[in-house]
């Protein structure tokens, strides 16, 4: 019913930047929450940032001051503009989504399939 469509990873070096996109799109009524996750082998998903509806932020204290992210809502969009990337920053990232389908519906959780940020040092 919902599809997030995540772009932007790759190879960069340390001290770079790179920019995540976030696309969602199908049956939307209302987005809630858009975020980022990322996740190390064998490790759990951990919450990287996220924003409201209303533009309210939340970061990981490992990435506050260099990660921002941001949305347009009349998209379905999220970004994460990553910038002073540090090795410890490689990761898988995932676009997570708190979406209702329809008026008076339950909210449930939406995830990207992952695009992988690796930055060498």
């Known amino acids: 019913q919902v599809q997030l469509v995540e772009s932007g990873g790759g190879l960069v070096q340390a001290g770079g930047s790179l920019r995540l996109s976030c696309a969602a799109s199908?049956?939307?009524?209302?987005?809630?929450?858009m975020g980022w996750y990322r996740q190390a082998p064998g490790k759990q998903r951990e919450l990287v940032a996220s924003?409201?509806?209303?533009?309210?932020?939340n970061y990981a204290d490992s990435v506050k001051g260099r990660f921002t992210i941001s949305r347009d809502n009349a998209k379905n969009t999220a970004y994460l503009q990553m910038n002073k990337l540090k090795p410890d920053d490689t990761d898988v990232y995932y676009c997570?989504?708190?979406?209702?389908?329809?008026?008076?519906?339950?909210?449930?959780?939406?995830w990207g399939q992952g695009t992988q940020v690796t930055v060498s040092s």
């Open positions: 997570h989504c708190n979406v209702i389908t329809q008026w008076g519906g339950e909210w449930n959780d939406y």
């Open positions: 199908g049956r939307i009524f209302s987005i809630r929450i």
């Open positions: 924003i409201t509806t209303s533009g309210s932020t």
